[in-house]
């Protein structure tokens, strides 16, 4: 891929811009509340473009299934998660803004206990851990720059640690604007540029397999239907609930999430589109492109100088508004759920602000050591999400919505039970390969089924039992 | 017509979208802040 001096240069002005807003966003904080939720001040508006653009980071990983399959990445990775925004809008997002907490964990004792809270936040680290994005990060600057993964994630890593210590909460807010405009601007650029250049639908019809062109994608259902399952993360989602207690006030989450889901939408047309072409292009010989790069491949080929740095820099933008966001939650995690609340109770806010400036250090360590470690960030998704949604969605949907007694030991032994499950399926088909290099699991179930199941029926059974010992 | 029309019909409303998002983003940064000194003179009179 050829890119010129003037993209690299907007490329490094986009970079040097977030260290800007780093440098000057510290006068705006004033307290931990402004460090953490930036002062419980979202307005519809910032809500909306914080959310949109910090909830949509593995922009890569969806080229690779788009440029794979075609259109069940819409399916998947679209239609599936807005029914669950859906509930979320409808059902959660008002209940969460009244409680007025900071975190998942916080909910946990809410609803349970301290151990609730404690094994939770073990767990809600596990899910807002940002190595897939960060891996994403690195891939994209070893293509553009040539450099060693790790220089890449390094470098990268530097540039969100500095903002987002500066600035917590309202640091994000800030650079998660610019971003939200350049990823959209970059993602929205390119399809009319491919209809142009390669031709209307015909083009797609001829060179693609059928396949690509169903909803099904030539999946399983069981494989489809646990992607929509993945889809219940939302309703474990650090980043959705960060945002819900940080509203200006009550209705704005249910609106906010409402107007996301239509940005969504519009995104993901795009982007599964442009995985689509660029998939095309290359089975008729007009691109040579791999699945995982799709997307900067395309845009070389079809995007004039300038227009290219932008789409490049819209790319960076989107999985760099996710990496900062996770980072800071993984570090409210630290600072806020197990130092504060577990560890030192009596902590001042000013030892809370530090122990999460430390904690971002912990979190992006983690994240670049997982990075390093796993190839595939599709793969990468998969694993965290079935872990963390096993252990969290149970005992969160249980808080929430039943009405009767609560046993701390239910809940605690529904983490356990749901997470041990579905690793140990999924450990288990990772040692029995099939020829092909894919894990082979128990009577041929997905991890994440037996993981839920177990879950809830742990759950409810051990909340029989202790509530009758309580009586 | 072409599907693909409307493909680009979704790229267009995105930036338009963005573009009126974005305005009122703006304008709830710079939105002028109500000062507390007056409401606390008002409370001493």
């Known amino acids: 891929m050829e890119i010129s001096i003037i993209d690299y240069i907007i490329i490094v002005c986009y970079f040097i811009l977030l260290f800007i807003i780093g440098f000057f966003v510290k006068k705006k904080v004033h307290n931990l509340n402004d460090y953490f939720l930036a002062g419980r001040r979202l307005t519809l508006p910032i809500f909306v473009a914080t959310l949109v653009s910090t909830w949509y980071g593995g922009l890569l990983g969806v080229g690779e299934l788009s440029f794979n399959y075609g259109l069940v990445n819409w399916l998947t990775q679209g239609f599936f998660w807005y029914l669950v925004y859906l509930f979320f809008a409808f059902f959660l997002a008002n209940r969460i803004r009244k409680s007025k907490l900071y975190t998942i964990p916080d909910q946990l004792e809410r609803f349970y206990d301290k151990k609730s809270r404690f094994l939770g936040s073990i767990f809600n680290f596990i899910m807002v851990t940002p190595a897939a994005y960060i891996l994403s990060l690195g891939l994209i600057f070893n293509i553009l720059f040539g450099w060693e993964l790790w220089i890449s994630i390094f470098v990268v890593s530097i540039v969100m640690i500095f903002y987002t210590i500066r600035g917590g909460f309202i640091g994000i807010i800030y650079t998660d604007f610019i971003q939200f405009i350049l990823m959209m601007a970059g993602v929205a650029m390119i399809i009319p540029i491919a209809v142009q250049k390669y031709g209307g639908f015909d083009f797609l019809v001829t060179n693609l397999p059928e396949t690509h062109l169903t909803l099904t994608g030539g999946w399983s259902t069981q494989l489809i239907l646990v992607w929509g399952l993945l889809a219940f993360w939302t309703l474990a989602d650090p980043g959705f609930y960060q945002r819900c207690y940080a509203s200006k006030d009550d209705k704005i989450p249910k609106k906010g999430i409402l107007i996301a889901i239509g940005f969504w939408f519009l995104f993901d047309i795009c982007t599964t589109f442009t995985g689509m072409y660029a998939a095309a292009a290359n089975n008729a010989g007009l691109l040579s492109a791999e699945a995982t790069t799709s997307y900067l491949s395309i845009a070389g080929s079809l995007l004039p100088p300038v227009f290219l740095g932008l789409f490049l820099t819209g790319l960076i933008a989107t999985v760099m508004s996710t990496v900062d966001s996770f980072t800071f939650l993984g570090a409210m995690n630290i600072s806020h759920d197990l130092y504060k609340n577990i560890f030192k109770p009596n902590a001042t806010d000013k030892q809370v602000m530090n122990a999460t400036k430390i904690g971002i250090f912990i979190t992006a360590g983690f994240a670049i050591i997982l990075a390093l470690f796993f190839k595939s960030i599709v793969t990468m998704w998969y694993t965290i999400g079935t872990i963390g949604i096993s252990a969290l969605i149970v005992p969160i949907l249980f808080g929430f919505f039943y009405k009767g007694k609560k046993s701390p030991i239910a809940a605690v032994s529904s983490m356990i039970f749901g997470s041990g499950t579905s690793l140990s399926w999924m450990i288990y088909g990772y040692l029995n390969l099939d020829q092909w290099g894919w894990p082979q699991y128990i009577a041929g179930i997905e991890p994440l089924y037996p993981g839920l199941l177990v879950s809830l029926l742990v759950f409810i059974v051990v909340n029989i039992i202790h509530v009758r010992g309580m009586k | ?45």
């Open chain 2, 1 to 45: 017509m072409d599907p693909a029309n409307l493909l680009i019909l979704d790229a267009v409303i995105l930036i338009i979208a963005t573009i009126i998002l974005s305005y009122f983003f703006i304008k709830d940064i710079f939105k002028k802040k109500k000062k507390p000194i007056k409401i606390l003179k008002k409370k001493k009179q």
